[in-house]
């Protein structure tokens, strides 16, 4: 066991399986004290059980770590705010936190229902929210924390995930608008984009999972392929391993990982990637206001030239 999170108190959500299980385990293995939450519901966040949390308790404990099992949800305030002082009454202080807990409740838009809707951005945005303000006045009495909150390269575009999408890439707006506010505290807050063969992938439908691939082929260049996730993570089956997010998260963790804050990092597979903040890559100027007919007759050989469709339209099936 490494001694860098020694002394160290993290909460990590959604830790019963998957992704969670392995960064909850990792950190133990480093020497924090870590309360394992997880509902113990199903992908689409329904029924819950105890076994998830205690499993990964369990295993923790085998290996000589530190952990306590939390069961509460993460998507209503208060029941988070039971998670944050599950931590403050067993330890006595809170350094960090993983927000990882999610649900699919995957459906074109025109068939989403507005419960499909909520109840995805219950747990992961408004989860995000709900943790991370429970948890920050802790922090900043004692002038340190590091977050970090699993978004997903999904909000980048995924067919049949509106409500996923929207979700994870309002995670990354939450967490870059935050680190201003949560510096001067030094309290680190990033997010990450994980990846892996876990139960929440398994159940993506395999036409989805052929479309997106078809979307992927139709525009994937040098500069794509490195800068997306969401596609098939190439190499041996080891490096579709959940565990290989766990190592990024954790060093997100430390004291040295803290002068990371406000970026987005994929931790997929066996690479490391830092994702490039929303900025302008070109622009048209005239003085004065444009018309339509002058954006008509410009647009296709400026600005546009340059786009990439990201649904491109299919070539004509034959008859």
Request: aromatic share 6%; net charge neutral.
């Amino acid at each position: 066991m490494g001694d860098r999170l020694e002394n160290q108190v993290i909460i990590v959500t959604g830790a019963g399986r998957g992704i969670g299980a392995e960064v909850a385990k990792l950190l133990a293995a480093d020497g924090a004290s870590v309360v394992v939450n997880d509902l113990g519901g199903s992908l689409d966040g329904s029924g819950t059980s105890v076994s998830p949390a205690e499993q990964t308790v369990q295993e923790i404990r085998e290996n000589g770590g530190i952990a306590i099992p939390s069961f509460d949800s993460v998507a209503e305030y208060d029941s988070a705010a039971r998670i944050v002082q599950t931590a403050i009454d067993t330890y006595g202080r809170l350094d960090g936190l993983c927000h990882v807990a999610g649900i699919l409740r995957d459906r074109m838009l025109f068939n989403m229902t507005e419960e499909e809707w909520d109840a995805v951005l219950n747990v992961h945005l408004y989860g995000a929210f709900n943790m991370v303000r429970n948890s920050i006045p802790h922090m900043m009495r004692q002038r340190y924390g590091r977050i970090v909150l699993f978004s997903s390269g999904s909000g980048l575009g995924a067919s049949g995930q509106a409500n996923y999408a929207s979700a994870k890439e309002g995670m990354v707006g939450f967490t870059r608008g935050l680190a201003s506010e949560l510096k001067p505290f030094n309290i680190s807050i990033n997010a990450v984009y994980p990846g892996g063969n876990t139960r929440m992938v398994s159940s993506i439908p395999v036409t989805t999972t052929k479309l997106r691939e078809r979307q992927r082929l139709a525009t994937s260049n040098a500069q794509t392929e490195l800068k997306t996730q969401g596609g098939p993570i190439k190499g041996p089956l080891e490096a579709a391993s959940p565990a290989n997010n766990a190592p990024k998260a954790a060093y997100l963790c430390t004291r040295d990982g803290g002068s990371i804050t406000g970026q987005v990092i994929g931790t997929s597979g066996w690479v490391m990637s830092l994702y490039s903040p929303r900025h302008v890559i070109h622009s048209i100027h005239k003085e004065g206001r444009w018309t339509i007919d002058e954006l008509e007759r410009l647009l296709p050989i400026s600005l546009g030239s340059e786009l990439t469709n990201p649904v491109p339209p299919e070539p004509p099936r034959e008859k």
